[in-house]
């Protein structure tokens, strides 16, 4: 199952047990997912250095987009744990899209909440932000924070891995 984390509710049944699972019971298991996740939304934490991230791209005028593809009441309690409302541009939910990772209806979601246009740059720690991103031709700067390997990330097309944000900060994520 790790191996499909980051993947979309929509995706992530056919992968782990198939089209005929998803056919059947799709629609049951991601309710008893969203349900099991309710009951422990309370224990998630941002990851150390996330704010400040979003700080300093905004500090180096970048437009800064979340690009999630969680249901938009989960989106609003991040938003709440970062104290990110008034630092994001904007965001994106499940919502904003008809395919979820690894396609790419997310990022072109999130570059078209960005206004568009390009330079674009993905931050995002699993293979499927990768994919994702990449078939959406934006390059991604890959963290070892989602439990990937730095290879398996680079596999995937990540343009350069980095090993924490703590990392990816001092070394200037937005410079360029």
Known sequence: ??????MGGDQIVTALAGEGVEESEGDSIRQAEGEAYAELIGEVEPM????GLIEDLREEGHRVVLASSAKAEEVEHYLNLLDARGLVDAWTTAADVERTKPEPDLVHAALEKAGGGRPALMIGDSVWDVKAASAAEVPTLAVLTGGFAAAELREAGAAEV???IAELRSAGAGDG
């Open 1 to 6: 199952i790790h191996r499909h984390i980051g």
């Open 48 to 51: 150390e250095g996330a704010r």
């Open 162 to 164: 980095v090993e924490s």
